[in-house]
Structures are given as structure tokens and as C-alpha cells.
């Protein structure tokens, strides 16, 4: 279903490194987030990670669709933050954007350097689940659980040749697709316009796509008119849906460097982001990172022969929160 003509609406920001689309997932999700009725539903315990002092979930692709799209089919909504090297730079850079992405019900890692911070650390990420890749597994079980689609954003034309791919991969999958002229966010008419495509396609699930933290503004304005639908920032996902973007090698995405290839693509625009900003974090990262580890071994050393060890980077605790780097914002 178009819901109004494609027209720009922005640059899609990076996504993610590495991960492969899960199988569909099983049934039974233990429902996170908002229900229609309005109060939050108490989350299940579950392992965080913390990077930076950002909490990151530890999720694998089957356990992630099975929470969203069952928290979906079920009525009950929420909103998810997908982070990357550029992202969690961001997050760290300005603390009003931190307050926006701890708003989030879920925050999973995109890109493999976080994962290598997290293990450095002591803090192991089984996996990351790029929204690029989760896409299809999420959208495979909303079409078998009869969860409505919308996607929102993206280059134009992506989103209408992304929804195509979509329904036609997976038969009787409602699949809704709008992108609004650049600007619409500064425009009540246009957000107006957002609001009324939102109320026509009655979504279980939003695929967000305006680059970060457009994509996360304008969904802590939309949710609650969608008490009952699952946020998911996207990004560029449109367009590697839509064949439009060529996604990076296997082995690329597994060695980390997605980020090279998304370089050789568009030069002129990612070159002060990926050379000048996201590698001298990147550094900062992993090295906070073994600064933490380090530290965790020192204590436990000094703790003595026989002592409980700490409580901290060195813990695998099966819920609850894992320590962090020591490099804050």
C-alpha cells in the first residue's frame, strides 16, 4: 500500500556490520514495552551490557524477533535503537541525544567494534543484529503472525521498491510504505501527513528510516499515537532491501570493515564521518575497553587468594546489567 508519493527525505544513515538474518523466530515472546492501554509491561530480566554508559541488550536475531514480533502481535509496542560505531559517537558526544536513545526499550548492537569492545572488556555480546540483516527474519514473522508493516523514511523510492521485495518474499505479509518530502518534521502539515499514514496503516511494525537521531526524534513524537507498534530505527536498510546500496561482502562485514566499503561507495559524504570522527573514536572505544579489563584483573587479584571475585567487567551474571568500559562521556 502507497500511502503518499516518494519525494526526498534525507540522507539514510549508516547500517549495520555484522550479522546474518535469523530464522523465523518461535512463538511464546514475552511482550516488552507499551500496550494499547498505556502502562509500561514490566521487561523480563536479561543480560546488559554497558558501553560507555550506554546499556546495550544482549540479544541473538531469532530472540529479538521473537520479542518484537510477539510484543507486536500481542498489542503491546515499544522502540528499538540499533547503535553503531557512528551512532554510540553520537551518543556519547551529546547528552541530549544519550537521553533520547535511553528512552529506547531495546538498544542492540550493530557493527562488529562493539562487539570486540564488549569482549575486551570482559562483557562478551553474543552477537550483533544490524536492522539491515534482522529486516527480513522480522518481516518473515509478521507476515506468519499477520502483523501489519510500515515503512517510514528512507531514499525515495527505496521504501516502495523495499516493500515490493518484501511482500513478494513473503506472501500475505501487509506491507504500507510512505516517504516524506524532505523537511517534514519542521512542518506541522507534514508531520500531520506522517500521523495520518500512521493511522491508515495500523502497523505492528515501524521500520524508521531517516538517519540518526532524526529517525529517533520524530519516534519519541509518533509513539504514543501507536501505543501498540514496535519502533525500529533503520537507517539505510531501505535501499540494501531495495538493491539500491550494494551490502558489503560477508568476510568485510565480518572483519569490521563495512565501514570501508560504505567509503568507496559515497567518498565525498562519508569521509569526515568514517576517517576523521569514527576512527579516533573507534580507538577510544576498544582502548577503554582493555583499560577495563585490565583494571578488572588487578582487582581481582588484589581481592586474594580465595576472595569472591568482583562484581564488574569480569562477571557473567545470566541477567541483570554487565559492567562497562571505564571511558565515559
Not at 531469532?62 to 522502540?79: F, I, K, N, Y
Not at 557493527?111 to 529486516?135: K, N
Not at 577495563?292 to 580465595?306: F, I
Amino acid at each position: 500500500m502507497n500511502l503518499s508519493p516518494d519525494a526526498a527525505a534525507g540522507p539514510d544513515a549508516d547500517a549495520g556490520a555484522d550479522a546474518t538474518p535469523g530464522p523465523d523466530a518461535t512463538t511464546g515472546a514475552v511482550a516488552l514495552g507499551r500496550t494499547a492501554a498505556g502502562p509500561a509491561v514490566p521487561a523480563p530480566p536479561q543480560a546488559t551490557v554497558r558501553l560507555m554508559g550506554l546499556t546495550l541488550h544482549d540479544l541473538t536475531a531469532p530472540e529479538l524477533v521473537d520479542r518484537v514480533v510477539g510484543a507486536a502481535a500481542a498489542g503491546t509496542g515499544g522502540w528499538m535503537v540499533n547503535p553503531n560505531v557512528d551512532v554510540l559517537r553520537q551518543i556519547v558526544a551529546d547528552p541530549s541525544v544519550r537521553a533520547l536513545v535511553e528512552g529506547a526499550d531495546l538498544v542492540v548492537a550493530d557493527g562488529m567494534p562493539l562487539l570486540w569492545a564488549a569482549a575486551l572488556q570482559r562483557t562478551p555480546i553474543r552477537q550483533t543484529v544490524p536492522v539491515s540483516d534482522a529486516i527480513w527474519a522480522l518481516c518473515a514473522e509478521a507476515a506468519r503472525r499477520g502483523v501489519p508493516v510500515l515503512l517510514l523514511g528512507g531514499a525515495p523510492g527505496s521504501a516502495a521498491k523495499a516493500a515490493q521485495v518484501l511482500a513478494g518474499r513473503y506472501p500475505g505479509l501487509e506491507v504500507s510504505h510512505m516517504c516524506p518530502p524532505f523537511g517534514f518534521e519542521r512542518d506541522e502539515a507534514g508531520l500531520g501527513a506522517v500521523r495520518e499514514a500512521l493511522q491508515q496503516a495500523s502497523p505492528g511494525l515501524v521500520f524508521c528510516a531517516f538517519g540518526f537521531p532524526k529517525q529517533e526524534r520524530l519516534t519519541a513524537q509518533l509513539r504514543d499515537q501507536c501505543p501498540s507498534a514496535w519502533f525500529i530505527g533503520s537507517g539505510g536498510t531501505f535501499s540494501m532491501v531495495a538493491g539500491d546500496t550494494p551490502k558489503a561482502p560477508a568476510w568485510a562485514r565480518r572483519l569490521g570493515l563495512e565501514w570501508a566499503h560504505r567509503l568507496r561507495l559515497e567518498p565525498r559524504r562519508l569521509f569526515r564521518r568514517y576517517i576523521v570522527d569514527d576512527l579516533p573514536f573507534a580507538a577510544r572505544l576498544l582502548g577503554g575497553a582493555l583499560l577495563a579489563r585490565v583494571g578488572t584483573r588487578r582487582t581481582s587479584l588484589g581481592a586474594g587468594a580465595g576472595a569472591e571475585p568482583p562484581t564488574g567487567a569480569g562477571s557473567r551474571p545470566e541477567t541483570g546489567e554487565r559492567a562497562e568500559s571505564g571511558d565515559r562521556a
